[in-house]
């Protein structure tokens, strides 16, 4: 399946944010990453909840309401819906920014009776995103974005990786050598997956007042995570998140939040007396 990239149209923007249209416009957009069941970085709180509709439409969300002191923001922050199988939680930047989709977490539980085939949930995985940046023993497959996905690995070395079975000590000692070859790749990711636990905690940071810079040579991850035995699957959590486009996104947030915060106070004459 192709994936669905962000267009930066003015016309997309609610009306009365045009300088977020404009900011994009000028370059701050969405790392270009992939779809998860329709959802993708940079979708509006409108379409999202529309998406979730569709993709579960007999199950009900809430929706978290942010409001902060010493701001005029108040927006829709993140979205969760918890059902008995099937979790989502979606994450949005701020009011003036555009309320923009900027990380998600899936999960899925399998019960003992109904339990998916892990091999062809994992390849599944595999034929929709390509090969991973990263995968580790026990059915961890992670994607780093910097502008485009990266490989830590060549591709022949990669496609060998991916081939082998997860639950197979030969898969743990190639991830071993591999890793060994990139080590300084292999730390500098270390810090984009702590940032992917975050997203998964609920931990993340206020998405109208992040500072900083995303983790070097990270923009944008994803990471698909299963557990079960080389047959079956009893679980499977997928977290997408774009770093670098809520951090462009904060900057706008808090400039505009700044232009309303800093208004002076009309002043009116003293009262005759």
Known sequence: MKPRFFTALATCFVTGLPSFADEIQKGIAPTETADVRGFYIGMSLQDAKVNLAKILPNSRYKEHVSAHRHSKQQYKNIITLFSPNEDWRLHFTGHYSGNRLYALTRTLRYPENAQAPFKETRNNILDKYGLPTYASWGGSISYIFDGEKRLLASKEKLAEL????????????????????????????????????????AQFFNPTRAKGKPPEKCKAAMQFKLSGNSNLL????????????????????????????????????????
């Open 162 to 201: 991916v081939k082998q079975d997860v639950n197979d000590v030969n898969f743990l000692k190639f991830i071993q050598e591999n890793n060994n070859e990139n080590v300084g790749e292999i730390s500098g990711a270390l810090d984009c997956f702590n940032l992917i636990k975050k997203v998964q905690n």
């Open 234 to 273: 009893r679980t499977m959590t997928v977290t997408m998140a774009d770093f670098q486009f809520v951090l462009s996104a904060a900057a706008i947030d808090q400039a505009e939040d700044e232009k309303r915060i800093n208004v002076p106070t009309p002043k009116a004459s003293a009262p005759k007396l």
